[in-house]
């Protein structure tokens, strides 16, 4: 293993065994949505649930991805083909990057085509706060909470600053700007919010001998805006709406193997698009009775240029999501009920024509959570009917038990599944690619966790041991071999077994925090690693605030990991060193809403690679450096 790692994951195990205070991050005194779909306290949870808060997400700073922000996070590591820009994964728990659901304020917002959501298009300037669930959750949201769930929310109209203004620039020709405004009259309370960010970047690929080599620096542009408008009447009834979009452009490099494609000299980019609108009326019916009605749509547009079909200007891949959700909380003599109602129409438009364009999703979603005494509990059970492959039904099942003031144990069990994406359906067929399947069944997967639990005041500790089997997997296979023509199947397999040990500390001033997870993610087939996942990865996080100055720092740890399987025998060739790197954060604060700051990232310019392919080496930054300057009218 790595030095550097060594000395990570050592500090970060002596934290999780002997930490005695948290981090608001990690209050288990904190309200969190995405545990139940009804607001819970953390203390109360059965499942495994970490809260980032507005605070957090601006100390990562306005340069982070969403992407950097979530590896600071016990059990996720990230996949990323170049610098910052390029296209984004997240592996939670060892599962595929399209076994988690991304929400974006309680909407899905992904591909259908490729069957996961581009968070590297989604700025940290927009999010206010961003829930983090492992372990599978299909019974509670449905097809691709196999993983677990990532629940994103945008910045708000209520309780907002008036004015927040943020200015900064960085290594690589980084820059970012935002603005956003905030304000009420009467019932009425409104908010909008702008930002733009672009940054040179860094040739995507290292390696020359790779035919996709261009030595052009592939960057990225960004522009977003959002707007929030919400209507009480009353204390129990609100009505509001929203609309969010976020446009950007990443430069790559690819080779489109001439005379078949262009060349690797070509200007190779992607434009990507994602816009949500949303509406909203919730109200208090009784007493014990609210109800809240959803409607919104969600559009991911994404075209890349130049096409890498021969006679065609572009690739383009269009998905279009209309979602109605109907929920209604009724408090029990015992607890909590969560009946909801939720209807998903898929609908993609492509320069490729697909063999099947839409499919709608019907849902019945109930659930049962609460708390008596020393006891707690989580149960939910959800039918999805789906007019592509039929029915699914998938329930969780959790306990807690306080067997001391400041100890709790908890144990669940899941069943989750993940449908097939369009690609895999009805991609047309393709000489030298491929086909759809269109009889693929969904992937499924079910899980167990155990997890102890020490919280007294302000202090949090936990270790967590999880074991994940997912089941058919679709797996793309030559067929016949030699074919170069490439058909999926429901044929794969993968159990993941491992523990997470996290912690945080705050005394005298000083916030520590630190997390450990030790895997085995294996291909129960082959017997081999699930590519880019490490055995071992690591945080530990140190910071202060002395009331004007605020300032820390993390270091990041990862073992090894494989990539890009022998192309005939399918076993693990090609291997990525494990790596640790240093990131520091600081703030200072002026009078009348001034501050500045600043963030320095891979502080020893420590080179690693986040994925590679069989011929090629894919970059990473070096050290980053970003300053700015931010003012706030309350």
């Known amino acids: 293993m790595h030095h550097s790692f060594r000395v990570t994951a050592l500090t970060a195990a002596v934290f999780a065994a002997f930490s005695a205070h948290a981090t608001e991050e990690t209050d288990p005194a904190a309200v969190v949505v995405i545990a139940t779909r009804q607001p819970s306290r953390i203390s109360s949870l059965t499942t495994d649930v970490t809260l980032i808060d507005r605070t957090a997400i601006e100390e990562a700073g306005p340069n982070a991805t969403l992407g950097d922000l979530l590896t600071r996070v016990p059990g996720i590591e990230l996949s990323r083909q170049g610098s910052r820009g390029s296209p984004e994964g997240v592996f939670i728990r060892g599962a595929n990057t399209g076994h988690t659901l991304v929400l974006i304020d309680g909407f899905r917002a992904s591909s259908a085509t490729l069957g996961q959501t581009a968070i590297e298009s989604l700025p940290l300037s927009q999010i206010e706060r961003i829930e983090v669930l492992r372990g599978a959750a299909s019974a509670l949201y449905g097809s691709e909470a196999i993983g677990g769930v990532i629940r994103i929310t945008t910045r708000p109209s209520a309780d907002s600053p008036r004015l927040d203004v943020s200015l900064g620039a960085g290594s690589r020709g980084a820059q970012e700007a935002s603005l956003a405004h905030a304000g009420h009259f009467g019932q009425f309370d409104y908010a909008l919010r702008l930002s733009d960010s672009h940054s040179r970047g860094v040739s995507a690929i290292t390696n020359q001998s790779s035919s996709a080599f261009n030595a052009d620096k592939d960057g990225f542009w960004r522009r977003t805006m959002a707007l929030h408008v919400n209507w009480r009447p009353s204390e129990k009834t609100e009505i509001g709406a929203q609309w969010f979009e976020t446009d950007g452009m990443n430069r790559f490099d690819a080779d489109g193997f001439p005379p078949f494609g262009p060349p690797a000299s070509s200007d190779w980019q992607t434009r990507h698009k994602i816009t949500n609108y949303a509406a909203h009326a919730k109200t208090q019916l009784v007493d014990n009775w ?345």
């Open 290 to 634: 609210s109800s809240e009605l959803r409607v919104g749509r969600s559009e991911d547009n994404s075209v890349s240029t130049p096409s890498f079909t021969l006679g065609q200007a572009n690739d383009s891949f269009k998905t279009r999501q209309d979602q109605f959700v109907w929920q209604n909380d009724i408090n029990l003599p015992l607890g909590k009920a969560l009946v909801a109602i939720e209807t998903l129409r898929e609908e993609i438009a492509s320069t490729n024509i697909y063999t099947g364009t839409q499919r709608t999703t019907d849902s019945l979603v109930l659930g049962w959570n609460g708390s008596a005494g020393a006891h707690s509990w989580q149960v939910a059970a959800r039918h999805d009917d789906n007019s592509q492959f039929g029915g699914k039904t998938t329930q969780t099942l959790g306990y807690g038990f306080r067997f001391a003031p400041a100890w709790r144990i908890s144990a669940n069990t899941g069943t989750s599944f993940k449908a097939p994406t369009f690609n895999d359906l009805y991609f047309p067929n393709t000489p030298f690619v491929g086909v759809g399947n269109p009889a693929l069944q969904p992937e499924t997967g079910r899980s167990q966790e155990l997890a102890l639990h020490y919280e007294e005041g302000s202090t949090q500790a936990s270790l967590t041991a999880f074991r994940n089997t997912i089941r058919n997997l679709i797996q793309w296979e030559e067929s016949p071999p030699g074919s170069f023509f490439y058909t999926p199947r429901n044929v794969g397999q993968a159990r993941i077994t491992g523990w997470t040990a996290a912690t945080s500390t705050r005394l005298a001033g000083w916030t520590l925090g630190g997390h450990l997870t030790v895997q085995d993610p294996k291909d129960t087939d082959t017997g081999e690693y699930l590519i880019r996942r490490a055995k071992k990865f690591a945080t530990l996080s140190l910071g202060q605030d002395t009331g004007r100055w605020s300032w820390g720092g993390e270091i990041q740890g990862s073992g090894p990991r494989y990539d890009a399987p022998d192309f005939f025998t399918k076993k693990n060739t090609k291997k990525m060193g494990g790596y640790g790197v240093v990131n520091l954060h600081g703030e200072y604060q002026f009078d009348h809403g001034w501050s500045v700051f600043s963030r320095v990232d891979n502080l020893f310019d420590k080179r690693y690679e986040l994925a590679t392919s069989s011929t090629t080496n894919y970059a990473s930054l070096g050290t980053t450096v970003f300053a700015g300057v931010r003012f706030v009218l309350k």
